[in-house]
């Protein structure tokens, strides 16, 4: 009974002062020399159009290199340039900057200074991204169930099986995702899957005589870069990464309109946009991967493009009356800062850095583990170096 009485004391004073605490504000006790009201409009002005423009010529890049080689090196250290971007925004921007808020002398003392509420909200997030990553992906590959069942029941199994004989499922072209009007031959891939599971299933003499018998001897199975799924991780992937960067591309861009200081937005105007350029790129690698609709992709990059600008605007709507000391605007800031930080975490280290770097072709190229390195790390180091501007 003791833990639970001590669990409530806890809670109840956040229970019970909450409310009245997030109205509080306290003063910096600093003063700004260099406040200017209308110098620092014009500066809002010109950073929403840098940012604008940073943000479509990042998240346009990667789209247009769809037209090189997907497996190419360039395009390979491209992805884990932007893997690194992304693993260093996460950890040097948001959780510094969700941890900065939440300690900030300006909160009271409880519950803020007792218990590391950045880390926590961090892991919080990731295990929900978790979640949300297993579940999307179920959803998905239901979908793509469904779609094969109406497909057999409209071809009927003799025709399934001359179609997969024709197509050379047995043969080189086993793992080819073939289209047909934008829409991924999920017969062939579910037979694919299938078919290893009987193989599976019959020991390893059975396979190597089915593999013979089949002419596939010479086939390589390359599981780490693509499978049943792949198609529908690489669409989840990029939704729910462009969920944690607009998440703190409004809370950045507000942090900027609501300053009235030029001394403050000149350095922040150009980081930032390089900022957006960098998250912009990796998005675009992720959103280009999907291979979603024009219409998708578009709505994607737009949907990144416009986030910070807005976010400027509302802050500079906001700025006569905004209090970024005020216990709200803290909190609001840490948990968001905190909340992002751990889905980019996540998102990086399992959905991209993992995907690529655990799979079969990178273990066997040296030549591209080396590439892909040198570029994860440049991306990492820029994307922090970024930090002491921004």
Not at 138 to 150: A, D, H, I, S
Not at 159 to 176: T, W
Not at 201 to 217: D, I, Q, T
Not at 354 to 366: E, H, P, Q, R, T
Request: proline share 4%; glycine share 10%; hydrophobic share 45%.
């Amino acid at each position: 009974m003791s833990l639970l009485q001590d669990f409530w004391q806890f809670l109840r004073p956040l229970a019970s002062g909450f409310t009245e605490s997030l109205t509080t504000s306290c003063d910096s006790g600093e003063s700004d020399p260099c406040r200017d009201d209308a110098a620092a409009l014009t500066l809002k002005y010109a950073a929403m159009a840098s940012i604008l423009f940073a943000g479509a010529a990042g998240i346009s890049l990667p789209l247009v290199g769809t037209l090189l080689p997907s497996n190419g090196g360039l395009m390979r250290g491209a992805k884990a340039f932007a893997a690194g971007v992304i693993l260093a925004t996460g950890f040097v921007h948001m959780l510094s900057g969700g941890s900065e808020a939440l300690s900030d002398p300006c909160l009271p003392e409880f519950p803020w200074k007792k218990f590391p509420f950045p880390e926590f909200f961090a892991m919080v997030a990731a295990l929900l991204t978790l979640l949300a990553d297993f579940m999307i992906t179920g959803y998905y590959e239901r979908k793509q169930e469904q779609l094969m069942n109406q497909s057999v029941q409209s071809l009927g199994p003799a025709s399934v099986r001359d179609q997969e004989l024709g197509s050379g499922l047995l043969g080189s072209g086993f793992l080819r995702d073939h289209e047909d009007g934008g829409k991924l031959h999920i017969v062939g891939m579910r037979a694919h899957a299938d078919h290893h599971r009987h193989s599976l299933s019959m020991g390893p003499e059975g396979f190597e005589a089915l593999a013979n018998r089949s002419g596939v001897a010479g086939h390589g199975h390359d599981h780490g870069d693509v499978g049943l799924d792949s198609g529908v991780r690489h669409v989840v992937v990029s939704q729910i990464l462009e969920m944690g960067i607009v998440s703190h591309s409004i809370i950045i861009g507000i942090s900027l309109g609501v300053s009235h200081s030029p001394c403050t937005i000149r350095p922040l105007l150009l980081a930032l946009s390089f900022h957006q350029f960098f998250e912009g790129f990796a998005l675009g690698g992720c959103v280009a991967e999907a291979k979603l609709t024009p219409r998708g992709s578009a709505m994607m990059a737009f949907f990144f493009m416009i986030t910070t600008p807005i976010g400027v605007a509302v802050g500079t709507a906001i700025a006569s009356s905004y209090d970024s000391y005020s216990v709200a605007a803290l909190v609001a800031e840490g948990v968001l800062d905190s909340l992002s930080a751990g889905i980019l975490v996540y998102m990086a280290l399992v959905d991209l850095i993992a995907a690529d770097f655990l799979s079969k072709k990178m273990s066997v190229d040296f030549k591209l583990q080396i590439v892909s390195y040198c570029f994860l790390f440049i991306g990492a180091g820029m994307m922090s170096a970024l930090a002491i501007w921004a």
